[in-house]
C-alpha cells in the first residue's frame, strides 16, 4: 500500500535475470514485506523484475538495500529477516537505524523472564555479530571471556525466535587436559554433560534454567559430542561448535561437511588452549591456512581488548601473551648460540 501522502514519487526496477528469488524474496515475500514495513511504498516481484515505487526521499535507502540484497543473492547467500534488518540500519538515516538497532550496537535479545537486554560491548564483538549475519559458516578465535560462546548462544536463540532456524545443535569435542570420557561416573548423558556446562551455563542465562529442559525434550535445542556428528545433515539448523581447537583436522573437516539446506554455523575456540595429544595439529589452526578468503566463510579474531569478565582476567590473557611471545623470540636465538663444546 502506497501511504507516500501527497510527497513526490518515484520508481525504480531491477533486473532479477540469474537471481535466485526465492533466496531474495524469502518464503511467502517475507523479505519484500520486511522492507515494505520500513517505507512508505511498495516493492514487489513480477517475472524478472523487482519494482520499488514511493516517496522519492526514501527512494535513495531502499534502492541502496536492495542493491546489497541482490549482490548477496547472486553470490547464493541466504537472505533472512535478520540480514534485511541488518541492511537497513547500516545503509538507513540515523532514525531508521536507531529504530531498528536500539542504542549504540542494539539489543541482540532479551535476557529469559526480564527486559535485560543482551547487546555487543566492544567493536570486536559487533564484527563477530555482524560476520554471523552476513555469513553461514563464521570462525571466532580468541581468550577466555571475550564472548564467543556466549554470543554464538545468542544469536543462535535469536534466530530461533525469528523462524529462521527451527532448532539449535550445541557440539563439543569430549576433550578435556589429564580426564577421559570414560572415567566419570553415570550414563552417557551424564558422561557428557561435563563437557557441554559451558553451553548450558549461556543457555540458562538467557532463557531461564526451567526452559532449557522443554526445549532439549522436544528437540529443539540438542546438545551432543562432535563424536557423535559423523553421517549426520543438519538442515534448517544454526549449529555451534565450541572449544573447536580440541578437533583434530578430520573432526573438522567431518564438522562442516554435516552442514545440510538453511544451516548456520558459529565454530569457536582459543588456540593458546590446545588440550590434543602432543604431535596432533588443531583443527581450528589448520582450517584457516584453507578456508581462509572461502565465499561465504568468515574469520573473526578477538583479543584481551574484548574481554568482559574481571578485569584481573584481561591482564592475566595479556601476561600469558607477552610470555609466550617472548618464548617465541628466545628460541630461534637459542637455536643460533654456538655450541660451547663446538671446536674445543
Known amino acids: ?78 537472505i533472512d529477516a535478520v540480514t534485511v534488518d541488518y541492511l537497513l540500519a547500516s545503509h538507513g538515516s540515523p532514525d531508521l537505524a536507531a ?28 564484527r563477530y555479530v555482524e560476520a554471523v549475519r552476513d555469513h553461514d559458516v563464521v570462525f571466532v578465535v580468541g581468550p577466555a571471556g571475550t564472548g564467543k560462546t556466549y554470543l554464538a548462544v545468542v544469536l543462535a536463540m535469536d534466530y530461533l525466535k525469528r523462524n529462521l532456524v527451527d532448532r539449535i545443535i550445541l557440539v563439543r569435542p569430549a576433550v578435556e587436559a589429564g580426564e577421559q570420557l570414560g572415567f566419570l561416573p553415570g550414563d552417557l548423558q551424564e558422561k557428557i554433560n561435563p563437557y557441554l556446562r559451558p553451553l548450558y551455563d549461556a543457555l540458562s542465562d538467557i532463557l531461564g534454567p526451567a526452559r532449557i529442559g522443554k526445549y532439549m525434550e522436544s528437540g529443539v535445542i540438542e546438545a551432543t559430542p562432535l563424536a557423535y556428528m559423523r553421517g549426520r545433515t543438519l538442515n534448517n539448523a544454526f549449529v555451534i561448535l565450541d572449544e ?29 588452549q590446545v588440550d590434543l595429544a602432543a604431535g596432533e595439529k588443531s583443527g581450528l589452526i589448520h582450517v584457516r591456512e584453507i578456508l581462509a578468503g572461502t565465499e561465504g566463510i568468515a574469520f573473526i579474531e578477538l583479543d584481551s581488548r574484548d574481554t568482559q569478565r574481571h578485569p584481573l582476567v584481561r591482564r592475566i590473557v595479556d601476561a600469558f601473551h607477552d610470555a609466550e611471545r617472548n618464548a617465541h623470540t628466545a628460541a630461534p636465538e637459542a637455536a643460533a648460540a654456538p655450541d660451547p663444546g663446538e671446536g674445543a
Not at 501522502?5 to 524469502?26: K, M
Not at 514495513?37 to 514487489?44: A, C, H, W
Not at 526480564?114 to 560491548?121: F, G, H, Y
Not at 580440541?246 to 558459529?266: D, E, I, P, S, W
Open 1 to 78: 500500500m502506497n501511504r507516500s501522502g501527497g510527497r513526490p514519487t518515484e520508481e525504480i526496477r531491477f533486473d532479477l535475470r540469474g537471481i535466485d528469488q526465492v533466496a531474495l524474496c524469502g518464503p511467502g515475500d517475507q523479505n519484500l514485506r520486511r522492507l515494505e514495513r520500513r517505507f512508505d511504498g511498495t516493492v514487489s516481484a513480477r517475472g524478472d523484475q523487482l519494482r520499488i515505487a514511493g516517496p522519492a526521499d526514501q527512494i535513495p535507502l531502499i534502492r541502496d538495500v536492495v542493491a546489497d540484497l541482490l549482490e548477496r543473492a547472486r553470490r547464493g547467500q541466504r
Open 99 to 126: 529504530e531498528i538497532l536500539g542504542e549504540e550496537t542494539g539489543p541482540l535479545l532479551f535476557a529469559s523472564g526480564s527486559r535485560r537486554a543482551v547487546r555487543t560491548r566492544t567493536a570486536g564483538q559487533q
Open 244 to 272: 573447536a581447537q580440541n578437533t583434530t583436522v578430520g573432526q573438522m573437516k567431518m564438522f562442516l561437511t554435516r552442514l545440510g539446506h538453511q544451516a548456520k554455523a558459529v565454530i569457536t575456540g582459543d588456540v593458546t
